[in-house]
């Protein structure tokens, strides 16, 4: 009987690939000069690499970083939240900081939108519930009853714990 603990040689290949492949697209990432849209590009190949997790999160919290690349970012984390729960959380404090960025609407409308799966940290929950009540942008609070009620719908199903 197969102890499903046990990585296969398969899945431990896999990983090795992403994990390359991961670090190939953030250092050509890294080499873009601001504002190139290459770097929306590339986060969108690492849409569901879990070794880029911890990567994505840095470009959401980052208010230097291009605007493009952090709605990006902000859309991965919502689909694919970190099952480490200290990633999960740092995600969560990220998508917060982005939130909090006055100069750019956009991100925070997909900031708000993003943070369902991160609402088993009462910071967070707190927050989105504010933000939907009485935020000034009209488009950031609709994003946050959005993300209100897809925190409830993952709770419903359990399909939004790690």
């Not at 708000?112 to 488009?139: C, G, K, N």
């Amino acid at each position: 009987m197969n102890d499903t603990s046990v990585p296969t040689t398969t899945e431990t290949a896999s990983a090795t690939e992403a994990a390359e492949v991961a670090e190939r697209l953030i250092a050509e990432f890294r080499a873009l000069p601001p504002g190139n849209d290459r770097k929306r590009e590339i986060i969108t190949e690492l849409d569901d690499n879990a070794q880029a997790l911890p990567f994505l999160v840095s470009v959401v919290a980052d208010p230097g970083e291009y605007d493009l690349a952090r709605v990006e970012s902000a859309t991965v984390l919502r689909l694919w939240p970190p099952a480490d729960p200290a990633l999960r959380h740092e995600a969560g404090r990220a998508l917060l900081t982005a939130l909090r960025d006055p100069a750019e609407d956009l991100v925070r409308q997909y900031a708000a939108m993003s943070l369902a799966p991160y609402t088993d940290d009462p910071v967070v929950a707190t927050v989105l519930d504010t933000t939907a009540r009485a935020d000034e942008d009209p488009l950031v609070r609709d994003s946050a009853r959005f993300s209100i009620e897809e925190a409830h719908r993952l709770q419903e199903t359990g399909a939004g714990g790690p």
